[in-house]
């Protein structure tokens, strides 16, 4: 059971732009970085955004990141077929002692 | 060019011991935070356990569902990283996977190896 809190689903047509959301509390998104990953089917996860909203090199910069208080979001730009994946959010819990993943989030290209 | 590959998965029995390995090439196992990720197949991501750099002491943490039963390590010479599972239970079904500096922007993944646990 995760502390972290994703909608199980998001979609959107080609162009448009989605939204993630990710709930946690003050003892981790409150407190600390926010990571977003993506996985496609059949495939290792990859990380899309580190502390909070900073892209690693070579992931477009349709991709976003943002924190405000308990929550954090990942923002999709420009909708394409191959977001078409898995999507989770992390961060250290102080209160485990450990990290914690988000419940997890399937994005849809209608 | 970085990698890691995991083997070691299988079929075990509830209560039995499997150790995983987590093969690494293109960088030394010492120097970085390694980390282990699992998941169910068809579900979400769990953390599972870390080690931090040799010269950082080599501090290790664990998720509370796996403390006392899995212990994470490292064989500097053999440049692999090991998770010895003990006490194994049917809820520790899923892919393991070996990662070099998780959330950091060298993060690697390996490919995942699959852990089953069933009489």
């Not at chain 2, 070996?98 to 646990?117: A, K, M, N, S």
Request: aromatic share 10%; with cysteine.
């Amino acid at each position: 059971q995760s502390v972290l809190t994703q909608p199980p689903s998001a979609s959107g047509t080609p162009g448009q732009r989605v939204i993630i959301s990710c709930s946690g509390s003050w003892s981790n998104v409150g407190r600390d970085n926010v990571y977003w990953h993506q996985q496609l089917p059949g495939t290792a996860p990859k990380l899309l955004i580190y502390n909070d909203y900073q892209r690693p090199s070579g992931v477009p910069d349709r991709f976003s990141g943002s924190k405000s208080g308990t929550s954090a979001s990942l923002a999709i730009s420009g909708l394409r077929s191959e977001d078409e994946a898995d999507y989770y959010c992390a961060a250290w819990d102080d209160s485990l002692s450990g990290y914690v993943f988000g419940t997890g989030t399937k994005v849809t290209v209608l | 060019e970085v990698q890691v590959v995991e083997s070691g998965g299988g079929l075990v029995q509830p209560g039995g011991s499997l150790r995983l390995s987590c093969a690494a090439s293109g960088f030394a196992v010492s120097n970085y935070w390694m980390h282990w990720v699992r998941q169910v197949p068809g579900k979400g991501l769990v953390w599972v356990s870390r080690i931090n750099p040799e010269d950082e002491g080599g501090i290790t943490n664990y998720a509370d569902s796996v403390k006392g039963r899995f212990t994470i390590s490292r064989d500097n010479a053999e440049n692999t990283l090991y998770l010895q599972m003990n006490s194994l239970r049917v809820e520790d079904v899923a892919v393991y996977y070996c990662i070099r500096d998780l959330f950091g922007p060298r993060e690697t993944w390996g490919q995942g190896t699959l852990v089953i646990v069933s009489s």
